[in-house]
């Protein structure tokens, strides 16, 4: 069992940026990858993007170029550097470990994009 815990999320206008943090309460080395996730009311739980312990990425199309995740070993944290927000971005953003045979989420923080 891994515990996650999410920080980071908050308000902000079209064209600005936000960071999350997602703290592992384990040594990310052991864990096989983590992402970011995002659901907004009424829709499903979407991937944003993914990071293995090998540091390979992945992200949604509709982020690509925008965001940026990363990790600090040391930290047993992974981040997600959102910039260029859009309104259509607004959502609760999940953070997920995926350590075998375990999937593992956070409690979620909201993300709101607005003027």
């Given at each position: 069992q891994v515990q996650l815990v999410e920080s980071g999320g908050g308000l902000v206008q079209p064209g600005g940026s936000l960071r999350l943090s997602c703290a592992a309460s384990?040594?990310?080395?052991?864990?096989n990858h983590m992402g970011w996730y995002r659901q907004a009311p009424g829709k499903q739980r979407d991937l944003v993007a993914r990071i293995t312990s090998g540091g390979d990425t992945l992200y949604a199309d509709s982020v690509k170029g925008r965001f940026t995740i990363s990790r600090d070993n040391a930290e047993n944290t992974v981040y997600l550097q959102m910039n260029s927000l859009k309104p259509e971005d607004t959502a609760v953003y999940y953070c997920n470990a995926y350590k075998w045979p375990s999937t593992n989420w956070g409690q979620g923080t909201q993300v709101t994009v607005s003027s």
């Open positions: 384990v040594s990310i080395f052991t864990i």
